[in-house]
């Protein structure tokens, strides 16, 4: 028996199973990810993802307010 915690490597990411896919991205939510529950939607934990779906925009104050430089 092998104690070692380190001897086998970290698990591979493409083992994981595919749970759901995101409404915010649409891209595949793998099984132990976080995610963000909106009203009924799963999105990843990434404000990115979160944004698109929300149909937020970030921008700088000049741009929100219409400032031209």
């Given at each position: 028996?092998?104690?070692d915690w380190f001897s086998q490597g970290?698990?591979?990411p493409q083992d994981a199973d595919v749970l759901a896919y995101c409404d915010g991205?649409?891209?595949?939510?793998?099984?132990?990810?976080?995610?963000?529950?909106?009203?009924?939607?799963?999105?990843h934990a990434e404000d990115e993802c979160l944004f698109e779906y929300l149909g937020i925009e970030k921008?700088?104050?000049d741009e929100a307010?219409?400032?031209e430089k």
């Open positions: 028996m092998n104690l970290l698990p591979d991205c649409g891209k595949e939510i793998y099984e132990g990810e976080e995610v963000y529950i909106v009203h009924d939607a799963v999105i921008v700088t104050i307010l219409g400032v």
